[in-house]
């Protein structure tokens, strides 16, 4: 049973420039979140993704957007990179929008530096 | 708003002491989640446990048990018989509302060192 998966794992970029994570689902889920987790603190909610479409957001300007595809797979965008974007990308999957029982389950991260 | 606090930043024990990690949280909802993650050196979060508002039952797995005081706020976490395995970033999270799933608050983490 395969696990949520993202790649890349580390990716350098220079400032103003514009990146793309992806995340693929834990089998049998069908909802993805990504956080951002700055080095020392907790991981902050940047959006959910459910049925193709953004269902929650987090305190992230527009330069933070994603897309979910039918295959339930996620990515997620940043555009006009900021040195303080640096950080550990998040992504979590669950399943279904209305159980009261699920959980989100975490990937590795990707790391994220910009120079 | 939702707001989850960890006081200790940083617990350094012996192995086999036990440890209790401490979580008090804010929320203006009635129904809510409690979730316990760990955060090894590799950087994944995985999952502990997770609890809802209205199950104030006191939960023990293995050398892991949880406290919960709706009273208090707090959803605190002890290690009994502390492991160098043990030794990573654990972090607790509230999320509102009827979904369990639903978007996640952390706090900002309590490091735990297990040393021999």
């Known amino acids: 049973d395969a696990g949520v998966t993202q790649s890349p794992t580390h990716l350098i970029k220079t400032r103003g420039q514009q990146v793309t994570l992806r995340c693929s689902p834990k089998?049998?889920?069908?909802?993805v979140s990504w956080y951002q987790q700055a080095l020392g603190q907790g991981p902050q909610f940047i959006f959910q993704y459910y049925e193709e479409e953004e269902r929650q957001r987090g305190n992230f300007p527009d330069r933070f957007s994603g897309h979910q595809f039918p295959n339930y797979s996620s990515e997620l965008n940043v555009n006009a990179l900021l040195l303080g974007d640096s950080a550990l990308y998040l992504c979590?999957?669950?399943?279904?929008?209305?159980?009261?029982?699920?959980?989100?389950?975490f990937g590795p991260g990707t790391r994220l530096t910009v120079l | 708003a939702q707001k989850v606090t960890q006081a200790q930043t940083e617990i350094s024990v012996v192995e086999k002491e036990d440890v209790t990690l401490d979580c008090v949280y804010e929320?203006?909802?009635?129904?809510?989640?409690l979730f316990w993650y760990k955060q090894p050196p590799s950087g994944e979060l995985v999952f502990l446990i997770r609890?809802?508002?209205?199950?104030?039952q006191n939960e023990i797995s293995g050398r892991y048990s949880w406290n919960f005081q709706k009273s208090t706020s707090s959803f605190n976490f002890t290690i009994t018989a502390s492991q160098v395995v043990d030794s990573a970033v654990y972090f607790c999270?509230?999320?509102?509302?009827?979904?369990?799933?639903?978007?996640?608050?952390f706090g900002t983490g309590t490091r735990l060192q297990v040393t021999l």
């Open positions: 089998s049998g889920h069908d909802t």
């Open positions: 929320t203006r909802d009635t129904t809510y989640y």
């Open positions: 609890r809802n508002s209205f199950d104030e």
């Open positions: 979590a999957s669950s399943f279904g929008q209305y159980s009261s029982t699920d959980t989100q389950y």
């Open positions: 999270a509230l999320s509102e509302g009827r979904r369990a799933a639903s978007k996640l608050t």
